[in-house]
């Protein structure tokens, strides 16, 4: 369960992206954006999920809205899954996972009676304040990028 709730200010990160370029939530200051956090680089869900924000690229550009994919996974792997799947979403890298514990998403899981340490999918819609405007703790792929930019969509505009 995510630690951060609706309505406090996004930690401040600075993580190399899936091209090795650092993106820092100073950077993203004045303008709204997504974090979606994912367990794994090619799996099923997170495959489907990273597409699903690729389909919708171009809409939430079209906001102003830059779309990031955080998971622990290393950016040459990050890379290869970009490339493999035609991603249009930026994917950060977040090995030591400082951002995945500040938001809380990086938390004790159970397969088969076996526990593990992994990513809980999350996503947060963060407003040009820099505060978060909507949480989703343990999403349900299908249909979620589609609920993200209605969210999106409804912000207050600039201007």
Do not use: N
């Given at each position: 369960m995510s630690t951060i709730e609706e309505g406090a200010a996004c930690p401040d990160f600075a993580l190399p992206d899936d091209h090795g370029?650092?993106?820092?939530?100073d950077a993203l200051?004045?303008?709204?954006?997504?974090?979606?956090?994912?367990?794994?680089?090619?799996?099923s869900g997170c495959t489907q999920e990273a597409i699903d924000f690729t389909?919708?690229?171009?809409?939430?550009?079209a906001l102003g809205i830059p779309v990031l994919g955080v998971s622990p996974d290393p950016v040459k792997k990050h890379g290869k899954f970009?490339?493999?799947?035609?991603?249009?979403?930026?994917?950060l890298s977040d090995e030591d996972k400082v951002l995945l514990s500040a938001f809380g998403v990086w938390t004790e899981k159970s397969m088969y009676g076996r526990k593990y340490m992994g990513v809980e999918r999350t996503t947060a819609l963060v407003g040009a304040d820099g505060r978060i405007v909507r949480l989703w703790?343990?999403?349900?792929?299908?249909?979620?990028?589609?609920?993200?930019?209605?969210?999106?969509?409804?912000?207050?505009?600039?201007?």
């Amino acid at each position: 369960m995510s630690t951060i709730e609706e309505g406090a200010a996004c930690p401040d990160f600075a993580l190399p992206d899936d091209h090795g370029e650092t993106v820092a939530r100073d950077a993203l200051a004045g303008s709204p954006f997504v974090l979606y956090f994912y367990p794994k680089d090619d799996t099923s869900g997170c495959t489907q999920e990273a597409i699903d924000f690729t389909k919708l690229a171009p809409d939430f550009e079209a906001l102003g809205i830059p779309v990031l994919g955080v998971s622990p996974d290393p950016v040459k792997k990050h890379g290869k899954f970009r490339d493999k799947h035609e991603l249009a979403v930026r994917l950060l890298s977040d090995e030591d996972k400082v951002l995945l514990s500040a938001f809380g998403v990086w938390t004790e899981k159970s397969m088969y009676g076996r526990k593990y340490m992994g990513v809980e999918r999350t996503t947060a819609l963060v407003g040009a304040d820099g505060r978060i405007v909507r949480l989703w703790p343990k999403v349900k792929v299908p249909g979620h990028a589609d609920e993200v930019l209605a969210a999106a969509r409804a912000l207050p505009r600039a201007g």
